[in-house]
């Protein structure tokens, strides 16, 4: 059995990996990321399922068409099936960073996120707004000589405008190969926005600042990519070839790019 990380965590202010893990049912969350979760409305948790799903099943696609690199940004706690293993259940010889910018996090995803014996899984605690270290670490582990599946999922919307999410996801798309893709969640102002604006008040109360943003603001994260249909839907809409979702309400935009 693997030991779990000792490390002091601030139970004092909720994180967003801690509510995250609330809405799913896990068990890596305190009082006050449960007092965030419990004022959110329907509209959150249903996002968070389907965010998640959404990554199982475009992870799983792209590893169904031969990419076996992927690089995930924010990676919050643990939830099985984690990306690793989707990926390397389909190819075992799969290779995947995780990053995060939380040190406890990335202690758990150590501990728990452990590779089968033919692929690798690694660790980097950095911040998105760190492009050029993820991608300096990301070239020790991965090969850039191939293609990369950069994961960006249920993070960007956490970001204020004047962090330049946009600009972020250009640089780390920049330096990737040809023939990557990007894989990315964000919340949506325009979709229920009584709800996304409850969501956000909810986060607000707890000291959190959630920026959804509109469709053509999510569209900018694709510019310059192909976008693989559907294109960018809601999470649930995006199903390649597998049954569709059973539809909700949804406030969550969701898209899969090919680098060109």
Do not use: I, K, Y
């Given at each position: 059995m693997t030991a779990m990380p000792n490390a002091a965590i601030d139970s004092s202010r909720p994180r967003?990996?801690?509510v995250y893990d609330y809405l799913l049912g896990g068990h890596e969350h305190y009082r006050v990321d449960?007092?965030?979760?419990?004022r959110l409305p329907p509209l959150a948790r249903a996002g968070a399922r389907h965010n998640r799903e959404f990554m199982?099943?475009?992870t799983g696609w792209l590893a169904r068409q031969g990419v076996d690199q992927f690089l995930d940004i924010g990676t919050g706690f643990p939830a099985e099936p984690n990306l690793h293993q989707i990926v390397q259940g389909i190819n075992p010889a799969s290779r995947v960073l995780y990053t995060d910018?939380?040190?406890i996090i990335l202690r758990y995803a150590e501990a728990l996120l452990v590779s089968g014996p033919e692929g690798v899984t690694d660790y980097l605690q950095a911040d998105v707004r760190e492009p050029a270290v993820i991608l300096e670490h990301a070239r020790t582990t991965l090969d850039f000589g191939r293609p990369v599946a950069l994961s960006v999922i249920g993070l960007l919307h956490f970001l204020p405008d004047d962090a330049?999410?946009?600009a972020?996801?250009?640089a780390l798309v920049a330096g990737l190969p040809r023939g990557s893709?990007?894989?990315l969640t964000h919340a949506a102002s325009d979709l229920h926005a009584g709800s996304?604006?409850?969501v956000v008040q909810a986060y607000a109360s707890g000291g959190v600042d959630l920026v959804p943003r509109d469709r053509s603001a999510c569209a900018r994260f694709f510019d310059g990519l192909r976008l693989v249909e559907p294109g960018l839907v809601t999470a649930p809409e995006w199903y390649r070839d597998e049954p569709a979702p059973e539809p909700s309400e949804i406030g969550l935009y969701a898209g899969v790019a090919r680098v060109l």
């Open positions: 967003t990996a801690g449960r007092e965030v979760g419990d199982h099943r475009a910018n939380n040190r330049d999410p946009h972020l996801v250009r893709f990007l894989v996304s604006r409850e």
